[in-house]
């Protein structure tokens, strides 16, 4: 049973004064994730705790930005302090990547109850809210994290297999030149046959602190190239970093999405994966 009543919970996209109104629930787990480590030490949202992000990924193998195994994540999650009942606020200092590949991962763990600090650091800044430069230690925790919800994620084979599906689409968030096949260092350059391309930074507002773009604008634009709320869209980058955050921005559009975590760190370094220019 959850102890929070159903109208406190936040919502996917907090603003900065919603959660400087909820710094002393108990509940609450903020997670700063940032790109730059200094980042958490020059000054952090008080009481939240610092993520290296690289513990998001499983740092190994073919595919070293692959999601870690369930015992890597039970205890990343162990170590963070997580709970069933805990609320995660993650936010970051490059407008998104990080914070969003940390609540992409709880969401495959069917860990439900996570928000995103809108803009980050740099909207909490903006706002005027008093920062901390004290480190939180975490409380630890006993979490076992299974992979409960496995339609968060999308592997290359099922990708193969819904190219020809009219319902199905690939936002690309990198570059246009890695689009293009243009820049990029795999072994194969170019994109998913059919994928559409706007690269992450497009969503984000330079002008309000790096928060997400005004949603109707976004909708309307991603419309035209052929991304709508009813369809399947996977979403990717180099190394499901970038597209956690496009992931993110389509889920608080309503927007049906899947996160492909091998990327084109997988798919541009495979030979049996079909590849435009």
Not at 126 to 145: F, H, K, L, M, R
Not at 181 to 189: P, S, Y
């Amino acid at each position: 049973m959850s102890t929070s009543s159903e109208t406190n919970v936040l919502p996917l996209i907090v603003e900065p004064e919603q959660l400087q109104a909820r710094l002393d629930d108990p509940q609450l787990l903020i997670i700063d994730v940032p790109a730059n480590s200094d980042s958490y030490r020059q000054g952090h949202v008080p009481g939240a705790i610092f993520l290296d992000f690289r513990y998001l990924m499983r740092g190994e193998g073919p595919v070293p930005n692959d999601v870690p195994d369930v015992e890597a994540l039970s205890r990343l999650f162990s170590a963070l302090g997580l709970t069933r009942d805990t609320h995660v606020v993650a936010y970051d200092d490059e407008g998104g990547g990080w914070a969003a590949r940390l609540l992409w991962t709880l969401d495959l763990i069917g860990h439900q109850r996570y928000s995103y600090l809108n803009g980050g650091i740099h909207a909490w800044r903006d706002a005027g809210i008093e920062e901390s430069s004290e480190p939180t230690a975490p409380v630890p925790s006993d979490y076992q994290a299974e992979i409960l919800n496995p339609q968060a994620m999308i592997s290359a084979d099922e990708i193969k297999q819904k190219l020809d599906d009219k319902q199905f689409a690939v936002w690309d968030a990198r570059s246009q030149a890695e689009y293009d096949g243009e820049k990029g260092n795999n072994k194969h350059l170019g994109h998913i046959p059919g994928a559409v391309n706007m690269d992450w930074v497009n969503a984000m507002d330079r002008h309000r602190a790096l928060r997400i773009r005004d949603y109707a604008e976004l909708v309307t634009e991603l419309g035209a190239l052929g991304l709508t709320p009813e369809m399947e869209i996977a979403t990717h980058c180099q190394s499901h970093h970038r597209s956690s955050f496009t992931w993110l921005v389509g889920k608080a559009l309503g927007f049906n999405m899947r996160g492909y975590p091998g990327s084109w760190g997988e798919w541009g370094n495979r030979d049996d994966t079909p590849i435009e220019k």
